[in-house]
Nanobody
Framework: QVQLVESGGGLVQPGDSLRLSCAAS????????MGWFRQAPGKEREFVAR???????YYSNFVQGRFTISRDNAKNTVYLQLNSLKLEDTAVYFC??????????????????WGQGTQVTVSS
């Protein structure tokens, strides 16, 4: 089956780190741009980061160097390293697949496959 499964979320304190993982299955992972999004309570889903098939990376402005997206094609997995976490980073984090091979997503509607999300809670 075609799916994305996120893991690695949890409850942490401000300044802590987490590594989120997104395991892909059922498709040729290496041919797709992959993205991370997040959605906080009462807010719209927002873009966090994207990694292209050539491993170029792109980040939302709020990241400010704190997060790193990467991919391991041999493991069909995309990662999001979260460092220096802030209270406002609390959200459900989703990974997503670009809608076609070799396609460059621009907005969230350009992704056609989404994981179930993993909860990141930053609390003091």
């Amino acid at each position: 089956q075609v799916q994305l499964v996120e893991s690695g979320g949890g409850l942490v304190q401000p300044g802590d780190s987490l590594r989120l993982s997104c395991a892909a299955s059922g498709f040729d992972f290496s041919l797709y741009d992959m993205g991370w999004f997040r959605q906080a309570p009462g807010k719209e889903r927002e873009f966090v980061a994207r990694v292209s098939i050539s491993t170029r990376t792109y980040y939302s402005n709020f990241v400010q160097g704190r997060f790193t997206i990467s991919r391991d094609n041999a493991k069909n997995t995309v990662y999001l390293q979260l460092n220096s976490l802030k209270l406002e980073d609390t959200a459900v984090y989703f990974c997503a697949r670009g809608r076609e091979p070799y396609y460059t997503p621009v907005r969230d509607t350009d992704y056609d496959l989404w994981g179930q999300g993993t909860q990141v809670t930053v609390s003091s």
